[in-house]
Structures are given as structure tokens and as C-alpha cells.
């Protein structure tokens, strides 16, 4: 199961403890995992209620964060690489938040992702997706031609009848 992203908690919430400079906030709702939070050395110091507080601040940091319009996924323009090869680590990395690519196949049946004209076996695209662990993604299937137009999407469940 993936656990979720930790809310803003309250006291009843989440069970506190200490490891050294950090707080383990463990919360009740075990859709959400343990945070390990480091405070240093003033932890020492400091009451359940404020780790909890500073834990808050931090979720509420985080929440701004993704809330300011200036965060927004940066789209790598048309005709510009959007991945480049890492070479110390022989890897692909993402220059952007948007991939444009296109599905296959080889004469295997294996898969192939194309970004760029660049063929990635299905290891090598999940290596260039790795650093996006924990984030979301949203995937639009459409013909190749199209990939750099937005897509005008209809929202409706095909069970439906129309």
C-alpha cells in the first residue's frame, strides 16, 4: 500500500517520539506513514505540542509551496531536448516536469519509450521517472502528432451511456 502525504495533525493525531535530534511522528491513520523530523539539538528541550507545532509548519510550508502559482511543472519547449544523458552516471535525467513521448514496442514485444528519438527500454524510462518518486502523474494517450498540443480532454466514465 502507498501512504499517503502527511496532513497539517492534532496532538490526538499522531504519537510522538525521540531519536536523537529527530521526532518520529507516527500518525494513528496508518494511511500515513512516519516522518522522521530533525530539529537538532534543541529537541531536547522541546514538548510533544511543540514538535507538533513545527511538524504543522512544515506541511503548511510544504502546502504553499505547491499551491504558488510559481511552482507550476516547467514544459520544455518544441524542437529543445527534454532529457539529456547524466554521463557519470549513465542515465537519463528529465530537464523538465513534462515528458512528451511516444509508446512502442521492438520486434520482441518489449516495450519502448521514445522521448526526444531517443529509444529507452522500459528500465531506462522507469530510472528517468525515479527522481519523481512520491509525486504525481498524469498520463494522456494521443496520437503522436498531437503530443505537443494540450489535449482538449472530455470527462466522462465510458461505462456511461452518453
Known amino acids: 500500500m502507498r501512504l499517503r ?33 530533525k530539529l537538532g539539538p534543541e529537541i531536547a ?26 511552482n507550476r511543472p516547467v514544459e520544455i519547449p518544441k524542437g529543445r531536448p527534454q532529457i539529456e544523458l547524466l554521463e557519470q552516471y549513465q542515465e537519463w535525467s528529465t530537464r523538465g516536469h513534462v515528458l512528451k513521448c511516444v509508446v512502442s514496442d521492438n520486434e520482441d514485444g518489449d516495450l519502448v519509450v521514445y522521448v526526444d528519438d531517443q529509444a529507452l527500454d522500459a528500465e531506462a524510462f522507469l530510472q528517468l521517472i525515479r527522481p519523481f518518486a512520491g509525486w504525481g502523474m498524469r498520463i494522456t494517450f494521443m496520437d503522436e502528432s498531437q503530443i505537443h498540443d494540450e489535449p482538449d480532454v472530455i470527462l466522462r466514465d465510458p461505462d456511461d451511456k452518453e
Open 45 to 70: 528541550a522541546m514538548s510533544d505540542l511543540e514538535i507538533l507545532r513545527a511538524f504543522n509548519d512544515v506541511i503548511a510550508a510544504q502546502e504553499a509551496s505547491i499551491a504558488d502559482p510559481a
Open 5 to 37: 502525504r502527511p496532513p497539517q495533525s492534532t496532538i490526538d493525531q499522531v504519537h510522538i517520539s525521540r531519536d536523537g535530534e529527530y521526532a518520529i511522528i507516527e500518525h494513528a491513520d496508518s494511511a500515513y506513514g512516519t516522518v522522521n523530523l
